[in-house]
């Protein structure tokens, strides 16, 4: 059973910065591709960014340039960098791991953008 572990949410200003690091319970290798997804009130879940384990990213039109993901072997985590936030990028945040054909999530760790 694979493990995904959150954090790093918090309350920030717009403007401001914040890094969500998600810890895996196995090699991040071993995943097909690992990202985030975010979830506000009322809101479908939505993809964020995504890394393969190939390294190649993809991020969501509303983030690109403003949000950096990112992976680390040897600690088996990846990493939401996320500057210049903005009020409408408050939601729920879950790390996503892709073993195809098995899907994981995290429990979310709530980020905050006060105007």
């Known amino acids: 059973q694979v493990q995904l572990v959150e954090s790093g949410g918090g309350l920030v200003q717009a403007g401001g910065s914040l890094r969500l690091s998600c810890g895996a319970s196995?090699?991040?290798?071993?995943?097909?591709?690992m990202g985030w997804y975010r979830e506000a009130p009322g809101n479908q879940r939505e993809l964020v960014a995504t890394i393969t384990n190939q390294g190649r990213t993809t991020y969501a039109d509303s983030v690109k340039g403003r949000f950096t993901i990112s992976g680390d072997i040897a600690e088996n985590r990846i990493y939401l960098q996320m500057s210049a936030l903005k009020p409408e990028d408050t939601a729920v945040y879950y790390c996503n791991a892709l073993m195809i054909p098995l899907n994981y999530w995290g429990q979310g760790t709530q980020v905050t953008v006060s105007s």
């Open positions: 196995r090699k991040i290798l071993s995943f097909n591709r």
